[in-house]
Nanobody, 125 residues
Framework: QVQLVESGGGLVQAGGSLRLSCAAS????????MGWFRQAPGKEREFVAG????????RYADSVKGRFTISRDNAKNTVYLQMNSLKPEDTAVYYC??????????????????WGQGTQVTVSS
């Protein structure tokens, strides 16, 4: 089992920045791909960004490329999502997810086995 707890959400004006954190506990964190997904009201959950186990490789949704950066600190069992140049359409509940161990990095939620409870991000115009 892997337990995930997100933090760092909040209210920010358009053009601002936020950094989300996801603390993991349980099995060997470094062996798991980590992903960020989001779900806006009335919409399906969508992939935002992913980072491979051991920090090998990253993937981003086209809508966030150049604005968001995913990173991980295996010593702290934490994955981050730095979000810059935020837009109102980024408003959603953001979820952290884990897939592994030692799998190829995917961008579909059905591939992820463990999920956090989510953190709300609201971007005002």
């Amino acid at each position: 089992q892997v337990q995930l707890v997100e933090s760092g959400g909040g209210l920010v004006q358009a053009g601002g920045s936020l950094r989300l954190s996801c603390a993991a506990s349980g099995r060997t964190f470094s062996a798991y791909n980590m992903g960020w997904f989001r779900q806006a009201p009335g919409k399906e959950r969508e992939f935002v960004a992913g980072i491979g186990w051991g920090g090998i490789g990253t993937r981003y949704a086209d809508s966030v490329k150049g604005r968001f950066t995913i990173s991980r600190d295996n010593a702290k069992n934490t994955v981050y999502l730095q979000m810059n140049s935020l837009k109102p359409e980024d408003t959603a509940v953001y979820y952290c997810a884990a897939d592994g161990p030692f799998k190829s990095l995917k961008n579909t939620q059905s591939d992820y086995d463990y999920w956090g409870q989510g953190t709300q991000v609201t971007v005002s115009s």
